[in-house]
């Protein structure tokens, strides 16, 4: 069974780029949620995918966006980065099979924005 | 709206020791599932227990236990025999069910186990 993988592991932008996350669910889930975690926070819900179409979202400007493909991989973008933006980003996947099913999360990408 | 507080932000203990976790939660909703998280320092966040409002059995996993109140709103998580390889910061988390996953976690505490 495969884990959650996101790549790139580190990324450095600068103020007002753009960046893209990448993230490969666990095999067998659907779902695919992304969350930002600043240094010595707990992590806060960005938004979910589920089959293609983002379902929820957190409280986050809509220069944060996102995609799932037909393999359920994701995409997390950025545009317009500012300072606060720096943090790690995971991924997480679950399997919809169960209510409230535990999240599977990757090692996540720790991005800094200079 | 959602709240999860440890009020822990850093424990110290020497191994073998016991050390316990506190987790206080605010809802209003009377469906609700509580999770415990671990994450090591590679970043990665650990699924170690899933709970829901329903079932306030106390659980006991190895060294591990969590103790679940309603009354108190608390979801405490204890590690019985501490050892280093428990380092790590634990996140106490809460979902409420429908819809889409939105976690809310709490700001976490982080154990050393110092040998």
């Known amino acids: 069974e495969t884990g959650v993988t996101q790549s790139p592991t580190h990324l450095i932008k600068t103020r007002g780029q753009q960046v893209t996350l990448r993230c490969s669910s666990q095999?067998?889930?659907?779902?695919v949620s992304w969350y930002q975690q600043a240094l010595g926070q707990g992590p806060q819900f960005i938004f979910q995918y589920y089959r293609e179409e983002e379902n929820g979202r957190g409280n986050f400007p809509p220069r944060f966006s996102g995609l799932q493909f037909p393999n359920y991989s994701s995409e997390l973008n950025v545009n317009a980065l500012e300072l606060d933006d720096s943090a790690l980003y995971l991924c997480?996947?679950?399997?919809?099979?169960?209510?409230?099913?535990?999240?599977?999360f990757g090692n996540g990408t720790r991005l800094t924005v200079t | 709206a959602q709240k999860v507080t440890q009020a822990q932000t850093e424990i110290s203990v020497v191994e073998k020791e016991d050390v316990t976790l506190d987790c206080v939660y605010e809802?209003?909703?009377?469906?609700?599932?509580l999770f415990w998280y671990k994450q090591p320092p590679s970043g990665e966040l650990v699924f170690l227990i899933r709970?829901?409002?329903?079932?306030?059995q106390n659980e006991i996993s190895g060294r591990y236990s969590w103790n679940f109140q309603k009354s108190t709103s608390s979801f405490n998580f204890t590690i019985t025999a501490s050892q280093v390889v428990d380092s790590a910061v634990y996140f106490c988390a809460l979902i409420l069910p429908g819809g889409y996953q939105k976690v809310t976690f709490g700001t976490g505490t982080k154990l050393q186990v110092i040998p």
């Open positions: 709970r829901n409002s329903f079932d306030e």
């Open positions: 809802t209003r909703d009377t469906t609700y599932y």
């Open positions: 095999s067998g889930h659907n779902t």
């Open positions: 997480a996947s679950s399997s919809p099979d169960r209510e409230a099913s535990p999240l599977h």
